[in-house]
Each structure stands twice: as C-alpha cells, then as structure tokens.
C-alpha cells in the first residue's frame, strides 16, 4: 500500500524576499503574501470555521510577521514562523466567539477509544465521485468542523498543508509525540465520520 | 503484531517514516488482517481526498483586497517608525 508524500514545495529564493523585506522593502514583503496567502487563509479558516475571522486572520497574520521580522532569526522556515503567528491569532479568535468553551492546543483527549474503528466498512473506488463539488465540500467542511480544534490544526498543517511532522510540532509549540498522537486521531476519527458518505454500497441496495 | 499494534504504527506507516524491519511486520499483517486493510486504506484515502478537496480556497477578488489591506497596513507600520523628519521630505501622498 503506497504511503502519502507531502506537497510542500522548496522556496529556493525565500530567504532573498526577507532579507529585502527586513530591509524595508516592502514589494518583496508582498511576494511573501503572494506566496502565502491561500495557506493562511486556509489554516485560518479551518481552526475560526468563519469566513470573517479568517479575512481577519490573513490580514492581522501578515503585518504582525512584518512588525516582526526583525524577530525572525530564519532558524526556521519563513512559512513555518508565519504559520506559528496565524495560528495564534485564528485561535485567539475562536476563543473569542466561542469564550464559553476552553479552546487550547494543549486540549486533552479523553481517552484512545474515542479513535478506535467502530465501523469497519470498504468505501467506494473514488468516493469523492459520489457527490457533486458542493456536496462533497459540505460533507468535508461539516466533518472536519466536528473535530476538537486541538486535532483539526495539526491534521490541517500536516495533511492538507503538508508540513513535516517537525515542522507541524515547531509551529504550534508541541512536542512530536504529541503531534503524532494528535494527528491519529484526527486521521481515524474523520475516516469513521466519513464512513456513512463513502462506504462502498454494492451489495447492499445494489447500487454502485 | 495485534490490530492495536497496527493501529499505533498506523500513522507513522502512512507518512513512511519508521525502519523496513517494523514496515515488513506491518505489511505481513496487512496481507491477512482484512479489517486493518480497510482501515488503512480508506484512512489513506481520507487523507487525500481533504489535500485534494480545495476546501476554503481564497477567491481572486478577496485576495487581491486583503493584499492591497496587508500592504497599506505594512507602509503606515514603515512610515510610522521611520524618523518624522525623513516624511516630511518623501512625496506627498496621492
């Protein structure tokens, strides 16, 4: 069974945009936003699951990072301390619509079985042939929303943004067991919300 | 190796980060444990359909707002620090 290669893509001249940006210039600092916004906006969206605060996000996000790049001591990647500094603010803005409810990466998990299979069920070849675009991404913004933010961050950075497992831990300041635990379950949960949606229906109604 | 076994190993043999002896073991187990098959591979397949959904994906117009936003924000930062005495020689604004 083949395994899953992350998209990160290598940035050969980023360090030339900061160094230019650190030094005031400011069209190399908008290649930078150029480079990074959709992740941002994305990372954004994912942890707030608000369009608003996401906007909101993206733009706080990158002038913090330009308030302080002379803090940036480029012993990470660029984009990996840019996404350290969206993280924050997206979880600074979920804790403030939702105050009711701790929200903290440090949220713990009550116990293994809550990501144990229940249902053990084959899915169709190609799922995502199954529904239309706009259904596909209701059920997999629906599902994803119903995972503690805890679990939703570190799937999002290491599966849909495809950060290294240490880059994942760097960014939101955790250790890498806790990012390897964090991030099965996250991957099993969802895999058992989707069953519903994708388990293979031959046999059943006879429909494909 | 139990199912559980696999189940812990799960993650680290989908990002193929762990050495060929426990990913042998893994695989023998994978050839006649039909249900940890399954849930491999349809917790693989989880993976790529939300790194192929373009779930939240910025739209032109947005972008190019919050861009322009970014960038004046970044210039009244640029400005704001800079030496008054230096504004007062730069151009006027339009």
């Known amino acids: 069974m083949g395994t899953i290669q992350p998209k990160v893509e290598a940035t050969g001249d980023e360090l030339t945009l900061v160094h230019a940006a650190k030094a005031g210039d400011i069209s190399a600092f908008e290649e930078l936003v150029k480079r990074y916004d959709r992740n941002v906006f994305r990372i954004a969206q994912h942890i707030t699951q608000n369009r608003e605060d996401a906007e909101d996000v993206v733009q706080d996000a990158f002038l913090k990072a330009y308030q302080n790049l002379a803090n940036f001591h480029e012993q990470s990647k660029f984009y990996t301390w840019l996404v350290r500094i969206a993280v924050n603010e997206a979880l600074m803005r979920l804790r403030r619509r939702r105050p009711e409810r701790m929200v903290s990466l440090d949220e713990n998990i009550k116990t293994e079985e809550d990501s144990m299979p229940r249902e053990i069920a084959d899915w169709s070849p190609n799922p995502e042939q199954l529904y239309n675009q706009g259904e596909l991404k209701e059920i997999l913004g629906k599902t994803i929303q119903g995972l503690p933010p805890s679990f939703r961050t570190v799937f999002v950075l290491r599966d849909v943004e495809g950060l290294s497992t240490e880059e994942t831990a760097d960014a939101l300041d955790l250790s890498i067991p806790a990012v390897k635990s964090r991030l099965l379950r996250a991957r099993l949960q969802l895999r058992e919300r989707l069953n519903k949606y994708f388990k293979n229906r031959t046999g059943g109604d006879g429909k494909q | ?94």
Do not use: G
């Open chain 2, 1 to 94: 190796m139990t199912c559980s076994d696999f189940l812990k190993e799960l993650t680290d043999y989908l990002d193929d980060s762990m050495d060929a002896q426990t990913r042998a073991e893994l695989e023998d187990h994978l050839q006649w444990c039909h249900n940890c098959y399954v849930v491999c591979n349809t917790t693989k397949m989880t993976i790529e359909i939300y790194r192929d959904s373009h779930l939240y994906e910025l739209p032109d117009d947005l972008r190019t707002r919050l861009r322009t936003a970014i960038v004046s924000k970044c210039e009244s930062h640029k400005n704001q620090a800079s030496d008054p005495r230096e504004q007062s020689d730069s151009p006027t604004a339009k």
